[in-house]
């Protein structure tokens, strides 16, 4: 599969939490709490501190989208502003998340995708694995991927 061409003026960012919190819980709370409306009590966790973080940024260092790389492999918290979405920005920010997690040495990346999402997932390479379940109030499918 060949990797997704970032759009022009767009550059990325894979960081630590404490560099590109400022950037990613905004994106995040926009996103998940505001449109979706998981509750915003759940939306940042312990688990961000741990996690390897990836910004999409416009020309003028406006963040756009984000996601993370959990340490045991899964890829979570995908989101890009409404303003962005169709520019290709999530295949971008999920191909740097895979390519870090094969960099790490993980046999298998997963996610649990909201089942609206499921298409973009399998585009990417991934395969839905088992039966939808619920998550904050959002119907979830979990998704693997493996290289090759």
Do not use: K
């Amino acid at each position: 599969m060949t990797p997704p061409a970032l759009p022009p003026g767009i550059r990325l960012r894979l960081d630590n939490w404490e560099a590109l919190r400022s950037d990613a819980a905004p994106i995040r709370f926009e996103v998940f709490v505001d449109e979706q409306g998981v509750p915003p009590d759940i939306e940042l966790d312990e688990m961000d501190p741990l996690c390897l973080h990836a910004i999409a940024y416009d020309a003028q260092g406006t963040a756009l989208g984000t996601g993370r790389l959990l340490p045991d492999g899964h890829i979570g918290r995908m989101a890009v502003r409404q303003q962005a979405r169709g520019m290709g920005l999530g295949g971008c920010l999920l191909q740097a998340l895979v390519e870090a997690g094969l960099r790490q040495g993980h046999t298998a990346l997963v996610l649990n995708a909201q089942c609206h999402a499921q298409a973009f997932y399998e585009r990417h390479g991934f395969q839905v694995r088992g039966a939808p379940f619920e998550e904050a109030g959002i119907a979830h499918i979990t998704m693997v991927r493996t290289p090759g």
